[in-house]
């Protein structure tokens, strides 16, 4: 499972996009979620906040990247540095509600509760905002 929270520029909102596979994401994979975020965006431009995951600094991906310059801006967080990551609020609050104590019988019950979570998040207004402050970050 991915995840990307896009805090609207200007006091504009946050939208939380989701993203899951039954493989592990790897360079190819990642690319492609990257692709779907970028319509889901509908054409504004982002900035990733991203971790040190290999996939995440392979030559292909940096390549990828690199052709993206016109929407897309990255900058890495800190060699491990998961409280510097908003995304690492979300992953927490939905492991401590719709996945706590899950006994799933397949990967698709496990699919199914994260995505009612990331609903959840999504419908709470000003959640998605405490995880960037949680983080001690702002957009201003």
Not at 126 to 132: R, V
């Given at each position: 499972?991915?995840?990307?929270?896009?805090?609207?520029?200007?006091?504009?909102?946050?939208?939380?996009?989701?993203?899951?596979?039954?493989r592990a994401y790897d360079t190819g994979t990642?690319?492609?979620?990257?692709?779907?975020?970028?319509?889901?965006?509908?054409?504004?431009?982002?900035?990733?906040?991203?971790?040190?995951?290999?996939?995440?600094?392979?030559?292909?991906?940096?390549?990828?990247?690199?052709?993206?310059?016109?929407?897309?801006?990255?900058?890495?967080?800190?060699?491990y540095a998961p409280e510097l990551n908003p995304?690492?609020?979300?992953?927490?609050?939905?492991?401590?509600?719709?996945?706590?104590?899950?006994?799933?019988?397949?990967?698709?019950?496990?699919?199914?509760?994260?995505?009612?979570?990331?609903?959840?998040?999504?419908?709470?207004?000003?959640?998605?905002?405490?995880?960037?402050?949680?983080?001690?970050?702002?957009?201003?």
């Amino acid at each position: 499972m991915a995840t990307a929270i896009c805090y609207g520029s200007n006091g504009g909102g946050a939208a939380v996009c989701f993203h899951h596979q039954e493989r592990a994401y790897d360079t190819g994979t990642l690319i492609g979620a990257l692709e779907e975020l970028r319509g889901f965006l509908g054409g504004q431009k982002a900035t990733l906040l991203w971790d040190g995951l290999p996939a995440h600094r392979s030559q292909a991906m940096r390549r990828w990247l690199a052709s993206q310059r016109s929407w897309l801006v990255v900058e890495p967080l800190p060699g491990y540095a998961p409280e510097l990551n908003p995304v690492e609020g979300l992953w927490a609050n939905l492991k401590g509600t719709e996945l706590a104590n899950l006994a799933a019988d397949d990967l698709d019950d496990i699919v199914a509760a994260a995505e009612r979570g990331i609903q959840r998040i999504r419908a709470t207004h000003g959640l998605a905002y405490s995880f960037l402050r949680h983080c001690g970050l702002s957009l201003w």
